[in-house]
């Protein structure tokens, strides 16, 4: 069964940072298209971050030079470091992986609140 678990979430001033992290469980990491995105309420969910299994990482246009996604596999684990963070940030971030036998997973979000 696989499960995807986001923590790190919380509240932090404009241009503070926050790392988030999903642990994953059920799936190989070096296997998987492993990403975050974000929604805000009545907006679409859209992606903010993502690595392929090879390691390649790619970034919403909204977010390059201010986040950065990473993987440790030993750890079966993705962390989106969050810096520069704006009040435009504020959503709710899920993690996801996609392509781990041809399916695609969520996890249940973590609340990101950028506010002074």
């Known amino acids: 069964q696989v499960q995807l678990v986001e923590s790190g979430g919380g509240l932090v001033q404009p241009g503070g940072s926050l790392r988030l992290s999903c642990a994953a469980s059920?799936?190989?990491?070096?296997?998987?298209?492993m990403g975050w995105y974000r929604q805000a309420p009545g907006k679409e969910r859209e992606l903010v971050a993502h690595?392929?299994?090879?390691?390649?990482?790619n970034y919403a246009d909204s977010v390059k030079c201010r986040f950065t996604v990473s993987r440790d596999n030993a750890k079966n684990t993705v962390s989106l470091q969050m810096n520069s963070l704006k009040p435009e940030d504020t959503d709710d971030y899920y993690c996801?992986?996609?392509?781990?036998?041809?399916?695609?997973?969520w996890g249940q979000g973590t609340q990101v609140t950028v506010s002074s």
């Open positions: 059920g799936i190989i990491l070096s296997f998987t298209t």
């Open positions: 996801n992986a996609d392509g781990w036998r041809n399916n695609n997973y």
């Open positions: 690595i392929t299994g090879g390691g390649r990482t």
